[in-house]
């Protein structure tokens, strides 16, 4: 059974403090991982991570996949108040339907 | 990035009706759609996927007479909550997928169903 485990399950910071998110996963056929960003309707895309090394980076968030080591980091540097959300982990498989599988998300709350 | 609309945004009904929830894809034609569930605090649980023209595939322990799945067209898909029960009461959110295999998943904004 396809699993991805994200960690801490929440984090309390203050703004301009740098953070970093942490997922893990065992799949089969792994295609890609994806970061969203949940506040409180839908998850927003941040990032689609298909190769190991190659940073991706929007303003002041990145992130990096390691598909030897099974994980994936996503870093917030200088958060605002505004980064306070639920980030989460999927992984897509590359075979069948190609759903994807959640991890249980890092609450994230950046105080002021 | 392509649009996915779900109507209605929260609804409200009484315990043993009847709710269809919608899920658009307004500017791409959605081969696949998937309808996941959050419950509080909890992350999103993939319930099924739908083919356009075929039946749901649903995932193991998801009952598919009491959440019923059409994709009838390239742009539509609907969930229908049976005989609805408090425990019902949940956070549900589709997305769509485009035909070709790099296409990904984009997400509507949900619909928030209570069950009194």
């Known amino acids: 059974e396809d699993k991805v485990v994200q960690s801490p399950l929440s984090l309390v910071v203050h703004e301009g403090d740098t953070v970093t998110l942490n997922c893990s996963y065992e799949?089969?056929?792994?295609?890609?991982l994806l970061w969203y960003k949940q506040e409180k309707k839908a998850p927003t895309f941040l990032f689609m991570l298909t190769s190991s090394g190659i940073e991706k980076k929007s303003g002041r968030l990145s992130s990096i996949l390691d598909k030897k080591e099974l994980f994936s980091i996503l870093n917030i540097t200088a958060t605002q108040t505004g980064d306070s959300a639920i980030y989460l982990c999927?992984?897509?498989?590359?075979?069948?339907?190609?759903?994807?599988?959640f991890g249980s998300g890092t609450r994230l709350q950046v105080q002021p | 990035g392509a649009v996915v609309s779900q109507h209605p945004s929260w609804v409200i009904c009484k315990s043993g009706t009847s709710v269809k929830i919608e899920c658009r894809s307004l500017?791409?034609?959605?081969?696949?759609m998937f309808w996941y569930r959050q419950f509080p605090k909890q992350s999103l649980m993939l319930m099924a996927t739908?083919?356009?023209?075929?039946?749901?595939?649903?995932e193991q322990g998801v009952e598919k007479d009491k959440f019923l799945i059409n994709h009838a067209s390239l742009t539509l898909s609907t969930l229908t909550v049976t005989s609805a029960h408090p425990e019902d009461s949940s956070f549900y959110i589709c997305?769509?997928?485009?035909?070709?295999?790099?296409?990904?998943?984009?997400f509507g904004p949900g619909t928030r169903l209570t069950v009194l």
């Open positions: 799949v089969t056929n792994f295609r890609s």
């Open positions: 997305s769509a997928r485009g035909p070709s295999w790099d296409n990904e998943q984009f």
């Open positions: 999927a992984v897509e498989v590359s075979t069948g339907r190609r759903a994807l599988t």
């Open positions: 739908s083919n356009e023209g075929s039946k749901a595939t649903y």
């Open positions: 500017d791409f034609q959605a081969t696949t």
